[in-house]
């Protein structure tokens, strides 16, 4: 019975363990990046296009960053960062980071904000891998664009170092993000991998060779959202939207009939891609007005 006692003991025990190093901030902090890509995704209106998600080199998602302040401001949160290989196109191991921040001007209340930035050049990647990088100093940041339409401009809005979209939980007179410092969190990365690493080794340097299984649903949804590019993807080219079949008239290209407009566009499509807009300017350009047709006479009353 004492044997019995003891066993159901250590049972207990074991399993009280292992919860608790489920329950550890960074398993928590990934869960909810996951969640909050989800939610953000969910919202056709509102998502992030998943074509400028496709051509992002990092993406980094704060859950519930914190701000408040009565005309001075404050900003605090952590998050998770994760770089895409260059060579397979996958989103690689997350590394953790903080932020700090403050702002003058009016503004009063507190509220959490959920918030998610798209890298999308190279010096917004070095940025990321150095010791800290302040947002609208060292790399410029854009709000990004949202909804199902934004996706035919992907190509012609990339215009600064990162896009943010932020998702606020309270009540606050505008987020500004101008001025936020985003630096690793060594202790974080430390914790979770057992080893002192900088993030240049765990997201581009092969130094963490498994994903931690709490990562891998995170990762999983970035990588089934923005797949990496299929080799051949982009060798067809159609110069005209009459050229392919698939697509009928784009949205937003203006009138193309009966309607004189003072700009032409030129629609490039790409085989596998949604439509890519490029405007041209040219000459006003009249469209060909249908030939009325002959009145046929009315017949006579009598």
């Known amino acids: 019975m004492k044997t019995l006692s003891s066993l159901l003991i250590l049972v207990f025990l074991w399993t009280a363990n292992a919860t608790a190093a489920d329950a550890t901030p960074q398993r928590e902090l990934l869960k909810d990046a996951k969640s909050v890509m989800e939610e953000i995704m969910s919202t056709p209106d509102l998502q992030i296009p998943k074509g400028l998600i496709a051509k992002a080199k990092a993406v980094i998602i704060f859950p519930s960053m914190f701000k408040a302040g009565f005309f001075i401001g404050a900003r605090y949160g952590t998050g998770v960062a994760t770089v895409r290989d260059s060579q397979t196109g996958l989103w690689g191991p997350p590394s953790f980071i903080t932020t700090l921040g403050g702002s003058f001007g009016f503004q009063f209340g507190a509220q959490a904000v959920d918030l998610v930035l798209l890298v999308m050049t190279e010096r917004g990647i070095k940025g990321l891998l150095e010791n800290n990088f302040t947002l609208g100093g060292d790399i410029s940041i854009t709000v990004g664009p949202v909804g199902r339409y934004a996706e035919l401009g992907v190509d012609i809005l990339l215009q600064g170092d990162m896009y943010s979209y932020s998702r606020s939980k309270g009540i606050f007179g505008g987020v500004s993000l101008k001025g936020t410092v985003i630096k690793p969190n060594l202790r974080y990365n430390r914790d979770y991998y057992n080893a002192d690493l900088t993030p240049q080794e765990i997201m581009m340097g092969g130094a963490v060779k498994q994903l931690p299984k709490s990562s891998r649903r995170l ?84």
């Open 219 to 302: 990762i999983k949804y970035l990588n089934q959202m923005a797949p990496p590019k299929k080799a051949g993807q982009e060798k067809k080219v159609y110069q005209n939207w009459t050229d392919n079949p698939k697509y009928g008239l784009v949205p937003g290209q203006g009138a193309r009939y009966g309607k004189q407009a003072a700009q032409r566009s030129l629609v490039v499509f790409q085989e596998g891609f949604k439509p890519r807009v490029m405007v041209q300017n040219s000459a006003p350009h009249q469209a060909t007005k249908p030939t009325p047709q002959p009145r046929k006479p009315s017949s006579p009353l009598w």
